[in-house]
């Protein structure tokens, strides 16, 4: 996928409603309301955003991971958007998206943000995240912070649209008590799956409507 016709398609999709995470909520054997419930019973959360930048790299259109280093925390070595908390001196949780992908790649594009997706609740550390995505003619140099970022992936945007990247398998979920089979995608050889999984099958349907 060309990033011009990437761009077009995000555009017009921005302009209606946004589909949401009940349909892959479902393939994950719970609902939304579990969701819910499980916000309800703690504190207020801690408001987060991530940015999904689409940018153009060998004539193709790309959107930018990172694998997170292993550390002693509930998101360690796991796939997610760059992003991260909402500080003071934040304006709003946009300029959150973008100051964190900065800190975290090295990275400053000359990127516009054409919207957000819908906001995405993490129990295991009560946060709220919303994810902006954003679009730039280039992307980089890149100069991740080994603190936050153990690798960057760079994904064909046309990648992220195939059947064959949804895949499935066992994984204990903390608010349900229990394993379950649970959907994830495959993307170059990475398990993406939980909250960054839900990002990703929102910003599929936008670029499928």
Same mark, same amino acid.
């Given at each position: ?13 921005? *302009? ?20 819910? *419930? ?27 991971? @990172? ?39 090295? *990275? ?67 608010? @349900? ?20 999984? @839900? @990002? ?10």
């Amino acid at each position: 996928m060309r990033l011009s016709d990437a761009e077009q398609l995000l555009r017009a999709s921005f *302009a209606r409603a946004l589909p949401g995470h009940d349909a892959f909520l479902e393939l994950s054997g719970y609902k939304r309301p579990d969701l819910e *419930a499980a916000r309800r019973a703690d504190p207020p959360p801690r408001e987060s955003a991530v940015l999904a930048l689409i940018y153009e790299r060998h004539q193709e259109a790309h959107v930018l991971l @990172m694998l997170r280093p292993d550390y002693d925390g509930v998101h360690s070595g796991q796939v997610s958007f760059p992003g991260g908390r909402w500080e003071p001196e934040d304006a709003d949780l946009q300029a959150t998206a973008l100051r964190e992908f900065a800190e975290e790649t090295g *990275a400053t594009p000359d990127a516009e943000v054409l919207g957000a997706l819908s906001p995405v609740y993490i129990p295991p550390s009560r946060s709220l995240v919303t994810p902006f995505v954003a679009i730039a003619e280039q992307a980089g140099p890149f100069s991740p912070d080994p603190r936050e970022v153990a690798e960057l992936i760079e994904a064909p945007l046309g990648l992220l649209l195939r059947d064959d990247i949804l895949q499935r398998r066992e994984q204990h979920i903390a608010i @349900m008590g229990r394993s379950v089979e649970i959907p994830y995608f495959d993307v170059q050889g990475r398990v993406v799956w939980g909250a960054t999984a @839900m @990002m990703i099958a929102e910003l599929r349907e936008l670029l499928r409507r």
